[in-house]
């Protein structure tokens, strides 16, 4: 799987993997604001569900850049290595977590052969880690202990969240990167320039 890739994408792989590891860990403390925001209406477990999407764009957004096997599920495991390196309260455990999210990921991509990147199979992909996680973080986080009618809500809103964020803002952000030439010696920059050449002919 590894031997196909190019230092370059390695390079790109893990600097998306770090950055994103640091974004994840803004983002923990941006949820446990939104919780005690929440926690007096009694729906402070929305608190992170609303922007769980956040988790998943690291994976999706260097699956779409670099379009090869295996490199949504890496960039994932990286930026959760960084998360704790910088202190997560999540602790060790959450390698485990980036580690089922990574897999949440791959997994759509895998179903396509890694050929086929467009919007609908980003936003599956990203509902598919949403799922997955959920499975887990139900057991792993407790959220078995809550009311049917909140764990059905929670998971519909992660699910909302990962079509977006990760699925929507994920693609729209790798393509402004494109765009701009950074990323011509990439799968998606190489896309680009083949639209570009074909609208000029």
Not at 56 to 77: D, H, N, Q, S, W
Not at 126 to 153: C, E, K
């Amino acid at each position: 799987m590894t031997k196909n890739w190019r230092l370059k994408e390695i390079v790109l792989m893990s600097i998306l993997g770090v950055v994103f590891g640091v974004i994840y860990l803004v983002f923990f403390i941006v949820g446990e604001g939104m919780r005690n925001i929440l926690a007096p209406f009694g729906l402070a477990p929305f608190g992170y569900e609303i922007i769980y999407g956040v988790w998943f764009i690291a994976p999706i957004m260097a699956a779409y850049i670099l379009r090869k096997p295996g490199v949504a599920f890496t960039a994932e495991c990286i930026a959760g290595v960084v998360e704790v390196l910088l202190g997560s309260a999540a602790g060790p455990g959450l390698l485990l977590s980036a580690a089922i999210q990574g897999a949440g990921a791959e997994t759509v991509f895998s179903l396509t052969a890694w050929k086929d990147y467009r919007l609908r199979i980003l936003i599956l992909s990203g509902i598919s880690t949403a799922v997955i996680s959920f499975a887990w973080h139900l057991y792993s986080a407790g959220m078995i202990a809550l009311a049917p009618w909140l764990i059905v809500s929670t998971l519909a809103v992660r699910i909302i969240s990962a079509a977006l964020i990760s699925g929507v803002l994920g693609k729209w952000l790798s393509d402004q990167l494109a765009k701009t030439g950074v990323l011509r010696g990439y799968a998606l920059g190489k896309a680009w320039q083949r639209k570009r050449k074909h609208a000029s002919a």
